[in-house]
Structure formats: structure tokens, C-alpha cells
């Protein structure tokens, strides 16, 4: 009898408590791998996510990526592109109904436990081109979130990577933009915005905004992609959410400014090669062999999961234990993920390091998923549309 209350009275496992808790990771690039090789579940398990991992790691709702690149939007394929991504996780619902759903708003949610939910996020907002209208579109396909642009300037808003800025902030369409996603209950997303971008959206948006796969620039200086302080504490003073992500390249110093100064060689690259063209040189290499040698020249480092608790635990310091989520990137960032976070299966060795911290399992359930649904009932209450 005394043992079994001790049982009873003992503290969850971190594999308990991730099975228990609600986990919300906002951004897994699943969709573009399975609309270009589309793959049943039990395959899905050589990649970061597949049903058996998402299991085995408490994982509930998946913010599926809809990624179109720079290079789509140039060729008019973005749009295409993106309900193709959105088609291949349908056929996997589609087969796996008591496996999978799709939820487009947070009430879904209760409805589906059990399931593992795929909520959509858009990551560029190229396919919508230059049509307000196509947001109505992808919202009724389930598109919850858009990241207003990628790794280059678009016809919304500048890049943080793109090393000469296009509007100084957001375009005036990429302003009408966020109002009319604020009128249809989509969340605006941060990440990957210049600062200038990310302050305008905080500041123009009605209900609060979210970075769905940012780390700290506390810890990367100069690395514009992940936040600065200045920016946590703008979103979080709207009521939004920071979703640490969890990618070598933005936890570690020098990955990041690997990351950095690829851009600047890659510019300096794209400004040769076009002056060789002009003058009707042969370019001594193309940019394929630019990329690889570049990323022979630069091994990812090895990183472990604690950094990626460094940053969530910066971060409640920094705005507060409501305004810290998670964003991992699984899918999205190849090999270089830290040792201990290499799938949805991992989540449990992020609980663990962070209970050493200190948190508490109110706190973990919080950066596991209750501020982010906190924030999208939010965002989903103020809908006009
Ligand atoms: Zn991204």
C-alpha cells in the first residue's frame, strides 16, 4: 500500500508528461518531401517525422510547412507547388484517417486527440503572387499561418538574409497583406523577416504575431535570421509567441555565422557570375558547385540538445514563460541537428534537460504547446472573414 502512494504521488517521466501534455511543434517540413516522393507511414520512419516517432514523442499537433522558394516564385510555380504539398499530406489523412487529421482551427483539436493533427503552415507567401484573394483559398485549405517571406526579398516584405533590402519593412501590399490575414483569423509569422519586416508586421497587426522557427540572436550575434531581443519583446508585449527552433545552424555560434556569410559569398558569387556573363566569360563555377564546395568548407559542428534549452530557458528570461513555444525544423534542415533532437521522437530529452533547469510541468506544458493554441484561439477570435 505504502509503495503503490508513492507510485501514485511520483512526478511523470519526462515520456509521461510529453505523452500527457498537449505538444504543438509549428513548423515540420514534411509536406515538400512527401509531394516530391510521397511515402506511406511505415517508410516515413528513415525521415524526422513519421507516425511511429510523432508517437513515441507525444507529438499532437504538427504544423506542416507548405514551403515554395525564392526560385518557384520567380518561375510562377509557387502556387501549384504549394497544393501539391497540401495534396500529398491529404492522401496520407486520406489513408490514415484514424491515424491522421487536419485541423484548421483550434477547436479541431479536441475532437482529433489521439490523432496525430497536421495544421498548415504557409512558409513564403509566394503562392498567393499578388492576390488577396488567394488567402481565402489556402485558409479554406487550412493554411494557419504564413511566413511572409523566405530566404530573399519578395513582393512583401524583405528577407533577413537578403543582404540589400528591397522596401525597408514590408511592401504596401505585404501590409495589406497582414491586415487581410488579420480579417480571416491567419496567424502572420516573423521568421525569416528583416528586423525592420518583423517590427512593422508586430507593429500593424491587430492581434498578436508569431516566429514559428526562430531561435535567439543572443546567442548567434549579427545573425539577423533568428530574433533579437528587442523583437522577442515586442512580440511577446502583443501577446505572441517566440517558437524556438531547434536546427544546429540556429542554436550554434558558428553554424549560424557560417549561415551568415554564406549569403554574403553567395552575393558576391551571383554579382561575379553575372559581370562574367556580360563579358561573355565563362564563369569559373556554377552555383551548384559554389553550394558544394561552400558546405565542404563548412562542416555543420556537433551540437547536443542543451543548447536548444539554452535558448528556451534565455527566453522565458528574457519575455516571460507565456511567450516561448517550439519550432523544431525537423524535415527542414537536413543532417545537422543536434544529438538528442534528431525526431519527433525527442521531444522527451528536451522535457528532461529543461526539468534540470528548474521548469516545472505547468511551465513545460506552456512552452509545449498551450501558448502557441493560446495565441491562435486569439488570433481565430478576432476573425472578421
Ligand atoms: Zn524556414
Known amino acids: 500500500m505504502f509503495f ?22 509549428t513548423h515540420i517540413d514534411a509536406p515538400s518531401l512527401q509531394a516530391n516522393q510521397w511515402l506511406d507511414i511505415k517508410e516515413m520512419d528513415k525521415r524526422n517525422f513519421s507516425y511511429a516517432l510523432a508517437k513515441k ?18 518561375m510562377n510555380t509557387a502556387e501549384q507547388s504549394a497544393d501539391r504539398q497540401i495534396d500529398a499530406m491529404e492522401a496520407l489523412v486520406y489513408r490514415h484517417p484514424t491515424k491522421f487529421a487536419i485541423v484548421k482551427d483550434p477547436k479541431d483539436i479536441a475532437k482529433n486527440k489521439g490523432k496525430i493533427m497536421f495544421a498548415f503552415g504557409m512558409e513564403n507567401a509566394a503562392p498567393i503572387g499578388d492576390h488577396l484573394s488567394k488567402l481565402k483559398k489556402f485558409s479554406d485549405r487550412g493554411v494557419s499561418y504564413i511566413t511572409l517571406a523566405h530566404s530573399a526579398n519578395n513582393r512583401l516584405s524583405d528577407s533577413s538574409y537578403s543582404i540589400e533590402k528591397k522596401w525597408n519593412g514590408l ?8 491586415a487581410e490575414m488579420n480579417r480571416r483569423g491567419m496567424m502572420v509569422d516573423v521568421s525569416h523577416l528583416s528586423d525592420a519586416a518583423a517590427l512593422e508586421a508586430i507593429k500593424i497587426s491587430s492581434v498578436p504575431v508569431i516566429a514559428t522557427h526562430s531561435s535567439f540572436r543572443h546567442f548567434t ?34 553554424a549560424a ?26 564563369p569559373a563555377q556554377t552555383e551548384e558547385e559554389f553550394d558544394k564546395k561552400w558546405d565542404d568548407d563548412h562542416p555543420t559542428p556537433k551540437e547536443s540538445y542543451k543548447a536548444v534549452a539554452d535558448h528556451i530557458e534565455y527566453g522565458v528570461k528574457l519575455v516571460g514563460i507565456d511567450h516561448i513555444g517550439i ?15 534528431k525526431t ?11 526539468r534540470k533547469r528548474g521548469f516545472t510541468d505547468a ?13 491562435w484561439k486569439q488570433v481565430r477570435a478576432a476573425k472578421k472573414a
Open 257 to 282: 555565422k557560417n549561415t551568415q556569410d554564406y549569403f554574403t559569398a553567395l552575393k558576391a558569387f551571383k554579382d561575379q557570375h553575372a559581370r562574367d556573363i556580360a563579358n561573355g566569360v565563362k
Open 363 to 375: 511551465q513545460l506544458r506552456k512552452i509545449l504547446g498551450e501558448n502557441t493554441i493560446r495565441m
Open 221 to 254: 550575434p549579427g545573425f539577423e535570421r533568428n530574433v533579437s531581443d528587442e523583437i522577442a519583446k515586442a512580440i511577446a508585449a502583443k501577446g505572441g509567441v517566440v517558437q524556438v527552433t531547434f536546427g544546429t545552424g540556429f542554436v550554434n555560434p558558428i
Open 171 to 178: 511592401s504596401p501590399f505585404g501590409r495589406e497583406v497582414v
Open 327 to 341: 519550432g523544431s525544423d525537423f524535415d527542414g534542415v537536413g543532417e545537422s541537428l543536434p544529438d538528442g533532437l
Open 4 to 25: 503503490g502512494t508513492l507510485v501514485l504521488m511520483a512526478a511523470l517521466t519526462p515520456t509521461q508528461l510529453a505523452q500527457q501534455a498537449l505538444i504543438v511543434d
Open 344 to 354: 519527433v521522437a525527442d521531444y522527451p530529452n528536451l522535457i528532461a534537460e529543461l
Open 57 to 74: 514523442g507525444g507529438l499532437d499537433v504538427a504544423f506542416m510547412s507548405i514551403y515554395t522558394s525564392p526560385t518557384s516564385d520567380e
